[in-house]
């Protein structure tokens, strides 16, 4: 039987770019940090970089640069973060997309159970690799 195909929308195609782009910059994830960020914006709204700074420090070796870098790239080249002028705060504050977040609930969702990599020999490297179970609790 002949099947006819499915014809992509421009919308279609926009998601499937940011999942590309999302699993990719994903890739390069040796400790789980990014994944963690993931995790903290499906959990709460209104965030700001020192408010993501002081969630991941619990469970990561980072710096408050190398965590504003990481939001750069997730909200300019890959799109998924809006973020506004805090009047109150006088800072930026990033949300996930709510069109993004199926995207990135399945990716973190498909990143959960992965087996465990092996520390890195640095004494002080703190690693987070999430089981099923507290895939997409707070961390």
Request: proline share 4%; net charge neutral; hydrophobic share 30%.
């Amino acid at each position: 039987m002949f099947q006819i195909p499915r014809i992509m929308t421009d919308q279609d195609e926009r998601h499937d770019i940011v999942e590309e782009r999302l699993r990719s910059w994903l890739a390069g994830d040796d400790e789980g940090i990014r994944y963690a960020m993931l995790r903290i914006f499906l959990n709460h709204n209104d965030l700001s970089i020192q408010e993501i700074y002081e969630k991941l420090s619990l469970s990561f070796r980072t710096s408050y640069h190398s965590v504003s870098g990481m939001i750069g790239i997730v909200s300019s080249r890959i799109g998924i973060l809006v973020g506004t002028r805090s009047d109150r705060d006088r800072c930026r504050i990033y949300r996930l997309r709510e069109k993004h977040t199926p995207i990135v609930r399945r990716i973190i969702s498909s990143h959960c159970g992965r087996p465990e990599q092996t520390p890195s020999s640095d004494p002080h490297q703190k690693h987070f690799f999430p089981d099923r179970l507290t895939c997409l609790e707070d961390v």
